[in-house]
């Protein structure tokens, strides 16, 4: 299994450019998630995904937007690049949490490193 | 609302010195806590959950539900430990709260 993984590792982009980070997990979890990392402040949830076609927003969601159309991929879609996006961006997976599942952890990808000017 | 604090950003012991991570949350129900490590420039990844109370690496994590605390302990500290370490609490409703992390540094 590759695990979770993320396209592209490293992006520079412009104020007002568009992208979409990729995400994709061959492990059949039912949960995905996006969070940004910054300096001091940890790991702040983006967007978060329970199954296909359900997504809800985390802590920090504006100027973001995700999907979730298959199981194995959760792209994170920004709109309008802002430099208060440079960031750290981590897609993770993991299975619902429930009594007869002991172990529940979340996998996370391999991060992309996002530069906005 | 659930929360994981985090005290100390920064954390310097010397190599062979005992190193505790404060980790305090704050949940109203049944928490399932872990600790994430992320060496220099890698993915985090899974360190100790609390429900298998295992030792990895040498370190080892006890929840104390009356003092709310999950704190990460090792008896001597090795230069490769230097890390981030990040506290972790899921909810429920499966989501994951992390605490802001503490960046320890093992001095030669």
């Known amino acids: 299994n590759a695990g979770v993984t993320q396209t592209p590792k490293f992006q520079v982009l412009k104020t007002g450019q568009s992208m979409t980070l990729q995400c994709a997990q061959d492990?059949?979890?039912?949960?995905m998630s996006w969070y940004r990392q910054d300096p001091g402040m940890g790991l702040r949830l983006i967007h978060y995904?329970?199954?296909?076609?359900?997504?809800d927003q985390g802590e920090v969601p504006n100027g973001y937007n995700v999907s979730r159309s298959t199981t194995e991929d959760f792209p994170l879609r920004l709109l309008s690049a802002a430099p208060s996006q440079t960031s750290v961006y981590f897609c993770?997976?993991?299975?619902?949490?429930?009594?007869?599942?002991?172990?529940?952890?979340?996998?996370f990808g391999p991060g992309t490193r996002l530069t906005v000017l | 609302a659930q929360r994981v604090t985090q005290p100390e950003k920064l954390l310097s012991v010397f190599k062979g010195a005992p190193v505790e991570l404060k980790c305090n949350y704050s949940?109203?129900?049944?928490?399932?806590l872990f600790w994430y490590v992320q060496y220099s420039r890698q993915r985090l990844q899974l360190l100790l959950r609390?429900?298998s109370r295992e030792s990895i690496k040498g370190f080892t994590a006890d929840l104390n539900k009356g003092e709310t605390s999950f704190h990460l302990k090792k008896p001597f500290a090795q230069e490769e430990d230097s890390a981030m370490y990040y506290c972790?609490?899921?909810?429920?409703?499966?989501?994951?709260?992390f605490g802001t992390g503490t960046s320890l540094t093992v001095i030669p």
């Open positions: 993770a997976s993991s299975t619902p949490r429930r009594p007869d599942r002991v172990y529940n952890e979340q996998f």
């Open positions: 492990m059949n979890h039912e949960y």
């Open positions: 995904s329970v199954g296909a076609g359900i997504t």
């Open positions: 949940y109203s129900g049944s928490p399932e």
């Open positions: 609390h429900i």
């Open positions: 972790a609490l899921r909810s429920w409703s499966n989501q994951f709260y």
